[in-house]
């Protein structure tokens, strides 16, 4: 079954307190993006990758990281979640850059920050 | 002020009646349009792309007007299965924007 995982699904952590969120598809896309939601604001995207090795800051990058050393996964990575991290978070593939009709999400993390 | 706006709702409508969403997005660049489908604390679903010339699936019909910078979805005879937040997206290069959503129930 085509599908996008994510892991956890929900997490509540402290402020400066590292965490990851992974993400893995098995669709053989190329292209993965992490968005977040927010209530009133829609998904804003933080960080995308056309292919391995390759990513690039979304709208709202600041406080992330991202890595893809493979091609099936994309990582999330907060070195120090603060409060306005705590958010609803969706990783989200695509055949390649373009192709938005093939483009699948995770379920989704929801992450609170204290 | 947002990129893509849409009126949040909630829309409540009952089975069997004609509804209509729209969007209007402020970059003129945007190049490609969809429609998605949100169930609560889901992820979003495509449920259909938005062409120029209007395109129809089924019960859902969706508009572009370029001029005008604005896009509609209509749902005829809604469904209780229709219940669900529609987002409209405009798309330009990597850049996909995404409306806060329109919440729309159908009763029975």
């Known amino acids: 079954e085509a599908q996008v995982t994510q892991n956890p699904r929900y997490l509540i952590t402290v402020t400066g307190k590292k965490l990851t969120v992974t993400c893995s598809q098995n669709?053989?896309?190329?292209?993965m993006s992490w968005y977040r939601q927010d209530p009133g604001l829609g998904l804003r995207q933080i960080y995308y990758?056309?292919?391995?090795?390759?990513?690039d800051k979304g709208d709202v990058p600041e406080g992330y990281k991202v890595s893809r050393k493979e091609k099936r996964n994309f990582p999330l990575i907060l070195e120090s979640p603060s409060p306005n991290q705590t958010s609803l978070y969706f990783c989200?593939?695509?055949?390649?850059?373009?192709?938005?009709?093939?483009?699948?999400f995770g379920p989704g993390t929801r992450l609170l920050v204290l | 002020r947002k990129e893509v706006e849409q009126d949040p709702g909630p829309f409540n409508v009952p089975e069997g009646a004609t509804v209509a969403f729209n969007c209007t997005y402020s970059n003129s660049a945007s190049q490609s349009f969809f429609w998605y489908r949100q169930d609560c604390r889901k992820e979003p679903k495509l449920l259909m792309s938005v062409y120029s010339s209007g395109n129809e699936d089924g019960r859902f019909t969706a508009q572009l007007n370029r001029a005008s910078q604005y896009i509609s979805l209509l749902i005829r005879d809604s469904k209780l299965s229709d219940s669900a937040t529609y987002l409209c997206?405009?798309?330009?290069?990597?850049?996909?924007?995404f409306g806060a959503g329109t919440r729309l129930t159908v009763k029975p």
């Open positions: 989200a593939s695509s055949l390649s850059q373009g192709a938005w009709e093939t483009q699948y």
């Open positions: 669709m053989n896309h190329e292209y």
């Open positions: 997206v405009a798309q330009n290069n990597n850049d996909m924007r």
């Open positions: 990758s056309m292919n391995v090795e390759v990513t």
